[in-house]
């Protein structure tokens, strides 16, 4: 059962060039997992959030590929904000665990990359429910 102790931040390889810097990322490599899906979260407004659910099996790996947002995370028993605001670093967070998303910065886009095809019935939406199936060892 994951907890915030297996999300992180991964630092990215940056090659440097007076041209302009360039960072990448490998499935397997950077990034634990198979890369399967990728989206981006971009115009948002001012004061809003994302998130606000668990994944079942979901794995995601989140880059501020501009600007600036935070990440809240939460094992039902402990909970860790990540701040991201660097092109060359990603947040990796493990499967089962509830996250929040704010604070996002004028202009910030939020690339993230999932480890399984969208299903809406691998979300958990409800907090509480999320509460008893991480107490219970179900998620
Ligand atoms: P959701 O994952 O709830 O957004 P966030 O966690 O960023 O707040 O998704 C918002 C809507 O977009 C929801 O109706 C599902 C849909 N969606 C897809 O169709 N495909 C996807 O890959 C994702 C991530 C979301």
Known sequence: MSTIMNAGIIP???????RGNLSFVENMNQI???ICRTYWLYDVPGG??????AYRENEEFVVALS????????????KQVFTLNRSYYGLYIPKGLWREMDN????SFA???????????DYVRDYNEFVQLKTHGKI
């Open 67 to 78: 600007g600036s947002f935070d990440v809240m995370l939460d094992d039902g028993f402990k």
């Open 32 to 34: 634990p997992f198979s």
């Open 12 to 18: 990215l390889p940056k090659i440097l060039d007076l």
């Open 111 to 121: 690339l993230e990359f999932g480890s399984v095809p969208f299903d809406e019935g």
């Open 104 to 107: 996002f910065s004028t202009n």
């Open 48 to 53: 809003e959030s994302r998130g606000g659910h």
